[in-house]
């Protein structure tokens, strides 16, 4: 008699994921992965890890460096990819800005600079497909992006014009000078992606988990005191337990109270949140209602 195996929602996920991975892989001749060292650029790579295994992740991984990081992230990306015996490819925002390709913004912050170098590395590497950790649930602009997201000539993102993915049926078709972006972890939410860190025992940079550090207070958020963001003359500053939801530019992001050391208790308190990571703790995100579909559309992640 046969019986019925009842997939956990963990393992239809992972099973999503891992079918997404490798058919980029089997159609286009040059992917690449965007890899920063935060968690879900982590979780991507774990699973083209498994989707692989036992044999190497056959394609790069590109990292579009501001030099706005925490050192502790960029320790822990190289960490990563000698351990897994992957191929890192650097795009620097700071050559850009020594050039005079790139300007520093008034406000100090770099994030939106990153999106002419990552188009030039992908065009400088040839790179077709270009997989990234996205996830619908972490803002609007990305919830009505497609699994596979065709890329225009100039990199850019078109909403209006998105093809149907049905039945699971992913269209990769494009002109030569256009890519896609490919989207393993749409489905995901950051609850199922602790969820899996948790199951999977993934290691990630020490800043996820709770530890003291010194902040000040700006617009509702936990600043860290640092290189690139400097409290200023009305900002006292303080000592206390904080975590990143997520490790973009010490320039732009901020940290949360929160006393969760371990996996486990990352697990129960983002049970408990009512507002994604994003909108928590990413003030690029809070210039306009639509700051990060404008992004997207010049070519953004």
Known sequence: MSTITSLSTLDLLEAEAIHIIREVVAEFEKPVLLFSGGK???VVLHLAAKAFAPGKVPFPVLHVDTGHNFPEVIAFRDETVERLGIRLEVASVQDYIDDGRLAERP???RNTLQTQPLLDAIAAGKHDAVFGGARRDEDKARAKERIISLRDEFGQWDPRNQRPELWSLYNGRHLPGQHVRAFPISNWTELDIWQYIAREDIALPPLYYAHEREVFRRDGMWWSVGEFSLPRDHEPTERRVVRYRTVGDS????????????????????????LTERGATRADDRISEAAMEDRKKDGYF
Request: charged share 25%; glycine share 6%.
């Open 107 to 109: 406000d100090g912050t």
């Open 40 to 42: 879900d650029s982590v």
């Open 251 to 274: 320039s732009c992001t901020g940290a949360v109270e929160s006393d969760a050391a371990d996996t486990a208790s990352v697990v129960a308190e983002v049970a408990r949140s009512t």
